[in-house]
């Protein structure tokens, strides 16, 4: 024998209320007082009454889902971001949706109309490789205020962002560097367009020229954050003449990719050449050796991008903020030198 499903007015008849002071309790408890507010609760428990999400999103004209972008998902980096934003997400009862852009163009017309097609309610995006037309695109077809970006952002586009400080954890990995005694300090980019790149490296710059660091054009070598940019950045170091004593990479998986190729190439790290990265990934920790690198906290970048999702959602839960929503509120938080072993004084023969 099938059982019946609970209805709404199930619940009311349990509680003596009514359908629509059951709905207040679901949608809005705080309009309600404690009493009836508990009352309807026990009955939803004692009846094992569901919420049918679906025709309460459909009534509502809302998808109870937000979109994430994230440029390549096979990249640790991100794993972090994404629990704290789908925890963030998931206590605000929204769907978390995720997709791989693998950082191309972003001309999908099924991206394009996701706000129009009544898809999702909002978009988080950890690519700072979006183009400035297709954000207007989305804005045109219903994304207008429901857009905010994470650890990436887009310059000129003035959407509120949540970020970390990388200008200051660059001047950081290379103050610590020259501090330990090292004056030749080489620099592995991240690529060539992404806005990450750009701040790191004048961070970098700053710092070099407030110290009065010697530079050398080879010394700063083009990457990818990836482990085979690490890699190549190694074997250009192997065939200098004067070599750095000292590598700061844009990124652990560059860090990675440089200290495995540079020590089968008779290199030890840190004795020959101390290496530090930027990120502080879960297998910094555990990699031999032991990653000296600038730590973001990732979790919270994706929890406060989560709130402030939210906020401009207009939200309710423990998470929405309920202030007024900044169309280009920049946040950025902080970070910290982690130091550990891939970085020691210069040994002088």
């Not at 952002?153 to 970020?163: E, G, K, N």
């Not at 990653?291 to 423990?318: F, H, K, V, Y």
Request: aromatic content about 4%.
């Amino acid at each position: 024998m099938v059982e019946k499903p609970v209805r709404i007015q199930d619940v009311a008849k349990a509680a003596g209320v009514s359908t629509a002071t059951v709905s207040r309790a679901l949608s809005n408890p705080a309009l309600l007082s404690e009493g009836t507010r508990d009352a309807v609760l026990e009955a939803i428990r004692a009846t094992g009454y569901r919420v049918n999400r679906a025709a309460r999103s459909l009534r509502r004209q809302e998808a109870r889902a937000v979109l994430v972008l994230v440029p390549n998902l096979g990249n640790p980096f991100f794993s972090e971001i994404l629990a704290g934003l789908s925890a963030v997400m998931g206590e605000a009862d929204y769907s978390v949706l995720i997709t791989d852009t693998k950082g191309e163009t972003h001309e999908d017309p099924a991206l394009l109309d996701a706000f129009r097609d009544s898809r999702v309610d909002g978009m988080i995006s950890l690519d700072g490789s979006m183009c400035v037309r297709d954000l207007r695109t989305l804005a045109s077809r219903g994304g207008e205020g429901r857009i905010v970006f994470a650890c990436e952002w887009v310059r000129d586009a003035h959407l509120p962002s949540v970020r970390s400080d990388n200008l200051e954890g660059a001047r950081l990995a290379v103050r610590h560097l020259h501090d330990l005694g090292h004056r030749r300090i080489a620099h592995v980019t991240g690529p060539e367009d992404n806005v990450l790149t750009h701040m790191r490296r004048q961070g970098m710059l700053e710092e070099r020229a407030r110290l009065n660091l010697p530079t050398r054009d080879e010394w700063i070598i083009r990457g990818d954050f990836s482990l085979r940019s690490g890699a190549h950045a190694a074997a250009r170091i192997l065939e200098m003449r004067e070599r750095p004593s000292a590598v700061f990479c844009a990124s652990d998986q560059v860090a990675f990719g440089l200290i495995s190729a540079l020590q089968a190439g008779g290199v030890r790290v840190p004795e020959d050449l101390s290496v530090i990265g930027f990120d502080d990934i879960e297998l910094s920790a555990y990699y031999v050796p032991a990653l000296t690198t600038i730590r973001q906290d990732r979790r919270r970048l994706g929890e406060s991008a989560a709130r402030m999702l939210l906020d401009r959602l207009g939200a309710s839960g423990p998470f929405a903020g309920g202030r007024a929503a900044c169309d280009s509120e920049v946040v950025t938080l902080g970070v910290e030198l982690v130091v550990r072993d891939s970085t020691c004084p210069p040994i002088v023969a």
